[in-house]
Antibody, heavy 124, light 107 residues
Framework: QITLKESGPTLVKPTQTLTLTCNFS??????????VGWIRQSPGKALEWLALISWDDTKQYSPSLKTRLTIAKDTSKSQVVLTITNMDPADTATYYC????????????????WGQGTPVIVSS | EIVLTQSPGTLSLSPGDRATLSCRAS???????IAWYQQKPGQAPRLLIY???SRATAIPDRFSGSGSGTDFTLTISRLEPEDFAVYFCQQYGGSVTFGGGTRVEIK
């Protein structure tokens, strides 16, 4: 059974750095073609893709947020970590960790499984 | 960036009706790399369709996807009570972007 679970602070102050952790089970990031990504959703709004890390450590970032994002994996711990610098109230959202079962030749893929999401509020 | 426009914004239908949801891309989507997701209140999205027309694991065959180029469609052949939700399309042919969503509500 595949599970993903996000964790991190619920409340951060503007300008602070947010660190989110995704702990997963039921699959391995050593498996060729597999990736883990992050997607967020502001209250009542659409989905926004943030970043993706592949089994071979290739990293992809949203062009609009690239300068603020860092994604990394710890395969031995079955963990992926996303950091977002210089947080702003506009970053208030639920953040989801997702499994990409098949990375396509474009370097991206659909999100086959999702965590429950973790809410983050940015406020002073 | 490829912009996805979903229409209509809201679809009011009755159980048993056929639902047709549209997703139009601002430029051609590589190799039909379009996915569709269903989201219910308080839940994470669930993958329904990938590669424009392939159903994800355990998705009922009343859900089908079609299209190519810039125009894609999700069809629900006969709406069940549990199908009333918000649906998002996603393209992953050039970075990743999502449409704004279509809400399917009970008429």
């Amino acid at each position: 059974q595949i599970t993903l679970k996000e964790s991190g602070p619920t409340l951060v102050k503007p300008t602070q750095t947010l660190t989110l952790t995704c702990n997963f089970s039921g699959f391995s990031l050593r498996t060729s073609g597999v990736g883990v990504g992050w997607i967020r959703q502001s209250p009542g709004k659409a989905l926004e893709w943030l970043a993706l890390i592949s089994w071979d450590d290739t990293k992809q970032y949203s062009p609009s947020l690239k300068t603020r994002l860092t994604i990394a994996k710890d395969t031995s711990k079955s963990q992926v970590v996303l950091t977002i610098t210089n947080m702003d109230p506009a970053d208030t959202a639920t953040y989801y960790c997702t499994l990409i079962r098949f990375i396509t030749p474009t370097g991206f893929g659909s999100s086959d499984s999702w965590g429950q999401g973790t809410p983050v509020i940015v406020s002073s | 960036e490829i912009v996805l426009t979903q229409s209509p914004g809201t679809l009011s239908l009755s159980p048993g009706d056929r639902a047709t949801l549209s997703c139009r891309a601002s430029q051609t989507v590589t190799s039909k790399y379009i996915a569709w997701y269903q989201q219910k209140p308080g839940q994470a999205p669930r993958l329904l369709i990938y590669g424009s027309s392939s159903r994800a694991t355990a998705i009922p065959d009343r859900f089908s996807g079609s299209g190519s180029g810039t125009d894609f469609t999700l069809t629900i052949s006969r709406l069940e009570p549990e199908d009333f939700a918000v649906y998002f399309c996603q393209q992953y042919g050039g970075s990743v972007t999502f449409g704004g969503g279509t809400r399917v509500e009970i008429k």
